[in-house]
C-alpha cells in the first residue's frame, strides 16, 4: 500500500509560523489533502493541493508540492492557540481512498 | 462546507452485545462513504468502502460478518458492531465522498463515535 510519513510532534510559539512536513510514495497520487483534528473531534478538511501544482495559498495557511521528492508541506502563518491540534496529510490516488499519515502534534505555546 | 454527523457521539455497551453507528451527510447526497477506526494517538485505519445500494467492500483484515456496513440511501451509512469484544472498543469515524467545485475530490468526516466495550 502507499506510505506516508509525518514527524510526530511541532512545538512552536505563538505568533511564530509552524511548519508540518509529509513524505509520500505513491507516484499516481491525484490529490494531496491536509485535515485538522482536535481532542475527541472528527477530521476538518483545512486544504488540498493537486498534484500538478507546486503551490497553494489560502489565507493563513500555504501548502508546497514537490512533486519530485513526493514532499508536502503546510505553513501557518502566525500560529495561535487555536491551531492547536492534530495534522494529518493524506494522499488520494484514483480509487478514491485516502492514505493517512500518522499525524503531527502541534503544541502552541504562550 | 459540507456537513457529516455520526450517532452516537458515544457508547458504552457490554462484550456480546452488537452497536449500531449512523453516518449521515446533512447537506449533500454520498453514494460512497468510507468508515475509518482510530487508535489512540494513531492514524487512522480504513475499514471499508460503502456503496449505496451495493455491498460494502472491506480492507484486508477486516472482518464483514463482525463489522456490518449498509448503505440504504444517499444520504445514510450504518456501521454495526456485532458480538462486541473489549478489543473492539476504539474511535470510529465515517466520511462522505464528495466532489468540490471545480471536480476536486473530497472526503468530509464525522465526528467519530467512541465506543467502549465491557
Known amino acids: 500500500g502507499e506510505d506516508v510519513e509525518q514527524s510526530l510532534f511541532l512545538s512552536v510559539r505563538e505568533g511564530d509560523s509552524s511548519v508540518i512536513n509529509c513524505t509520500y510514495t505513491?507516484?499516481?497520487?491525484?490529490?494531496l489533502y491536509w485535515y485538522k483534528q482536535e481532542p475527541g473531534a472528527g477530521l476538518q478538511l483545512l486544504t488540498y493541493?493537486?498534484?500538478?501544482?507546486d503551490m497553494k495559498q489560502d489565507q493563513r495557511l500555504t501548502v508546497l508540492l514537490n512533486k519530485k521528492d513526493k514532499h508536502l508541506s503546510l505553513r501557518i502563518a502566525d500560529t495561535q492557540t487555536g491551531d492547536s491540534a492534530i495534522y494529518f496529510c493524506?494522499?488520494?490516488?484514483?480509487?478514491?481512498?485516502?492514505?493517512f499519515g500518522a499525524g503531527t502534534t502541534v503544541t502552541v505555546r504562550a | 462546507g459540507a456537513v457529516v454527523s455520526q450517532h452516537p457521539s458515544w457508547v458504552i455497551c457490554k462484550s456480546g452485545t452488537s452497536v449500531k453507528i449512523e453516518c449521515r451527510s446533512l447537506?449533500?447526497?454520498?453514494?460512497?462513504m468510507f468508515w475509518y477506526r482510530q487508535f489512540p494517538k494513531q492514524s487512522l485505519m480504513l475499514m471499508a468502502t460503502?456503496?449505496?445500494?451495493?455491498?460494502?467492500?472491506?480492507e484486508q483484515g477486516v472482518e464483514k460478518d463482525k463489522f456490518l456496513i449498509n448503505h440504504a440511501s444517499l444520504t445514510l451509512s450504518t456501521l454495526t458492531v456485532t458480538s462486541a469484544h473489549p478489543e473492539d472498543s476504539s474511535f470510529y469515524i465515517c466520511?462522505?465522498?464528495?466532489?468540490?467545485?471545480?471536480?476536486?475530490?473530497?472526503?468530509?468526516f464525522g465526528p467519530g463515535t467512541r465506543l467502549t466495550v465491557l
Open positions: 466520511s462522505a465522498r464528495a466532489v468540490l467545485a471545480g471536480g476536486t475530490d473530497t472526503q468530509y
Open positions: 505513491d507516484s499516481s497520487s491525484t490529490y
Open positions: 493541493i493537486f498534484s500538478n501544482m
Open positions: 493524506a494522499e488520494s490516488a484514483n480509487d478514491y481512498k485516502l492514505s
Open positions: 447537506d449533500f447526497q454520498a453514494t460512497t
Open positions: 460503502s456503496n449505496e445500494g451495493s455491498k460494502a467492500t472491506y
